[in-house]
Structure formats: structure tokens, C-alpha cells
């Protein structure tokens, strides 16, 4: 036998290719329909986008955006947030949680993380209001910078809810309004069964390719149970033009586009079978790591009790997270490291001043987690392949 037969064949961390090939003919003419309306921006699509999203999320409204990180803009532009604010938010996330905060002119606070879950902690939250805030004329400062605290911002990271049970008491307490950075986590539930965009003020979803709903493109959409809150964001998002051409507020083009919502909505209807596959690959994982007695070795993804996680990725802890990430790749196998760099030890932000040790959790997760191929295309083989190949590395 040569060695060419017994190569088998990659096993990416994500396999588009597949869905469209299931989903062909199903997309096409819903993307022939809109080429037919040539009606492109904000039509019909878009707004049965918004209905369906905003009730898929147990929300009252949906506000389309062009992505996800426009979504966060948008929800920090209609809450006001602007220079000499700041958000306290996590320090372990995608960039765009925190770029969003800075871009407005306003500063990210990072509290950290917990460390089995990898989302914000709430007691981090706490002990950074009680060690560096300050309560002066019904607003809570953040005594370091001066900044008033204007919001607290989430992130269901891995496709798990953050502990909003204990989250939004303190944000209510201190009458922050908070944004979830629900972009990963559509679908996903706490105990109880509310999902994510209905927890806090607003929330974010991206539909960016890689998102457990992904379009053909950017996109993303913001949820909000107030309508006034709701009408201010469609309004930020065609310049702040109301009625066109006239402009009370500065707002930006922030819109989703027909054509994204036309191919979203098609996907949409097998959300519920693809999420139920992800879940059946995660506790596939989890069972077959513990089989092999790696479940040592190896930190496997930590799930709150009663709260539904959507996998967008299956993330594990190794303490040898880079030889193993290389023996994968050796075996073909994508992984990705979600997230090398905390977003406290970003070089941009090194003029907040944060220093390696100050959010502890959040250096430690990046140094060894490691994200395995969970799509709801993978083969039975397939993640049998990737835990034999995590096994022999730790023989
Ligand atoms: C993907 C993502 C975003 C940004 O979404 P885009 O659609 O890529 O702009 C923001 N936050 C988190 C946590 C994400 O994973």
C-alpha cells in the first residue's frame, strides 16, 4: 500500500459546501426573486427578516444591519453612547466587541472572564464596579479614567448564554442597560428556556459565513423589546433620516441588504435541524473524550445548567494547546484558537493601560483553548477521526 491510499481527506473546522450543495436549489430562486423585485435595500425581505429573527429570539423588534459588528454599533449609537463614556464589557471575545466601544470614542472596561465557560464573570463584574467606580450623581464612574459607565456588554461566547441570571441584577442595580453580543449565540437559552436577544435593552446577532446562521456575506440585526429604542436604530441606520433627507440625528448606513435576507430567511428554516446537529457533535465529543479517558488531559466545554448551548463552536482547554493544534494539523484537521490575544493586551488599546495580569482568566484562555470541527455537516467518521487524533497525541 502506498501512502497516497491511506490519506484520508481533510477535515476542515468548517464545511460550507456541503449546506449549499443541501440548500441549492432551495436559494437560488429566492435570490432570482429579488434580482426579479430589483428592489435591493430595506424591501420585503429584509423586514420578514427582522419579524422572524426578533420572534426566533423572543423579541418584540428586529433592525437589520450589515454585520454583526455594525449591529453592536448600532445598538451603542442609539443608546448614546459616545466620548467620555465607557462599557464595561469582556476581555475574551471577537475584536469587534470592544473596537465597536472604542471606535464611538468611548472605552472599554474589561472585567474578566470566568474561567469554565470563557464569558464574562459576573463577581469580575463586580469587584471591578466596587475597585474602580464610582456612584456620583445618578450615574456610576469609572473613577481610573473619569468615564461615566453608560452600559454593560456581554458576550454569549461559544454559542453559550452568559450568566445573565447574576448579570442583569447588577446592571439593573447601577440602571446600565445591557447589550448582548448574542453573534454567536442565536438560539441559545438560559435555564427557563428566554433566549438570547431577548435577555438585555439589545440584542447583536452577525450572520457573518462562519455564524451558526451565516448569509452570503456580511449581515447582522439587532433585537430590542422597547420600541422606541427599536425606531431610533432604524433611523441611526439610514443616516439618521427621518423623514428621508432630514436629519435630527447623525446616524450611518448601516443596513442589511435584500439579497443577505433573501438567502438568511431560506436558511433560517433549518436553524432548529443544524443547531440540533451541533449539540448532537458536542455531546458526541464529550462522550467519546470521556470514553478514551481524556476528559483529564483535556478541559472539555463547560455547560450552565439548564441552558441551552448552540455550539457555534466546540472549544476545549490543553495545556499543550499549540503542540496539539500542530499534531492536527499533521492529521489535516482544522482548528482555530478563539482567541490568542485578549482584547486587554491588544496593541490598540494599549493606551488604556492594561498590563499582562489583570484579567488573569481571560490570558489563561488564551493560552489553551482550542476549537474542533462541530459543524452540522461533520461525519460520524469524521469526529471519531479528530478524537482518535487528539487520543494519539496523548499517548
Ligand atoms: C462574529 C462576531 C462579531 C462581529 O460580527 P461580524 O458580522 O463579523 O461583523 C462580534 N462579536 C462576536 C463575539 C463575534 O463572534
Redesign the pocket.
Known amino acids: 500500500m502506498t501512502q497516497s491510499t491511506l490519506v484520508r481527506p481533510e477535515i476542515p473546522l468548517l464545511d460550507l459546501k456541503s449546506q449549499w450543495r443541501a440548500l441549492r436549489d432551495e436559494i437560488l430562486p429566492a435570490i432570482e426573486a429579488v434580482c426579479e423585485s430589483q428592489h435591493f435595500i430595506l424591501g420585503p425581505n429584509v423586514a420578514a427578516l427582522e419579524r422572524e429573527i426578533a420572534d426566533y429570539s423572543q423579541s418584540a423588534h428586529g433592525i437589520g444591519t450589515s454585520?454583526?459588528?455594525?449591529?453592536?454599533l448600532l445598538a451603542l449609537m442609539a443608546l448614546g453612547v459616545g466620548p467620555g463614556d465607557a462599557v464595561l464589557t469582556s476581555p475574551y471575545?471577537?475584536?469587534?466587541?470592544a473596537g465597536t466601544i472604542a471606535r464611538l470614542g468611548a472605552r472599554p472596561v474589561f472585567c474578566d472572564i470566568d474561567a469554565d465557560t470563557c464569558n464574562l464573570s459576573p463577581a469580575a463584574v463586580r469587584a471591578t464596579i466596587e475597585r474602580d467606580c464610582e456612584r456620583r450623581d445618578g450615574a456610576l464612574w469609572h473613577r481610573p479614567s473619569g468615564a461615566r459607565i453608560r452600559a454593560l456588554m456581554p458576550?454569549?461566547?461559544y454559542g453559550q448564554c452568559a450568566d445573565m441570571d447574576a448579570l442583569a441584577p447588577i446592571a439593573a442595580e447601577h440602571e446600565l442597560p445591557i447589550i448582548e453580543?448574542a453573534?454567536?449565540a442565536i438560539g441559545a437559552e438560559v435555564a427557563g428556556g428566554r433566549r438570547a436577544g431577548a435577555l438585555g435593552t439589545i440584542g447583536?446577532f452577525?450572520?457573518?459565513p462562519?455564524?451558526n446562521l451565516g448569509a452570503f456575506g456580511?449581515?447582522?440585526l439587532c433585537t430590542a423589546a422597547d420600541p422606541a429604542l427599536a425606531e431610533r436604530m432604524r433611523v441611526l441606520r439610514v443616516h439618521g433620516g427621518k423623514p428621508k433627507y432630514h436629519h435630527a440625528v447623525i446616524g450611518a448606513n448601516l443596513r442589511l441588504d435584500e439579497l443577505q435576507a433573501a438567502v438568511l430567511r431560506v436558511k433560517l428554516r433549518h436553524l432548529d435541524a443544524w443547531t440540533e446537529a451541533r449539540r448532537a457533535n458536542a455531546a458526541r465529543y464529550d462522550a467519546a473524550f470521556r470514553a478514551a479517558g481524556l476528559d483529564g488531559a483535556i478541559g472539555l466545554p463547560a455547560v450552565r445548567d439548564g441552558y441551552r448551548h448552540v455550539f457555534?463552536q466546540y472549544v476545549i482547554r490543553s495545556p499543550r494547546r499549540d503542540a496539539l493544534r500542530a499534531h492536527l494539523a499533521a492529521e489535516r484537521i482544522g482548528t482555530e484558537v478563539?482567541y490568542p490575544v485578549p482584547l486587554h493586551l491588544q496593541a490598540c488599546f494599549a493606551p488604556l493601560g492594561y498590563a499582562p495580569g489583570d484579567c488573569p482568566q481571560a490570558e489563561a484562555a488564551a493560552n489553551c483553548t482550542l476549537a474542533l470541527p462541530v459543524h452540522p455537516d461533520l461525519e460520524p467518521e469524521q469526529l471519531q477521526a479528530v478524537v482518535d487524533a487528539v487520543a494519539a497525541f496523548h499517548e
Request: hydrophobic share 40%.
Open positions: 454585520s454583526g459588528t455594525d449591529a453592536l471575545s471577537f475584536f469587534a466587541t458576550v454569549h461566547l453580543d453573534a454567536q447583536c452577525s450572520f457573518f462562519s455564524k456580511d449581515a447582522g457555534n478563539y
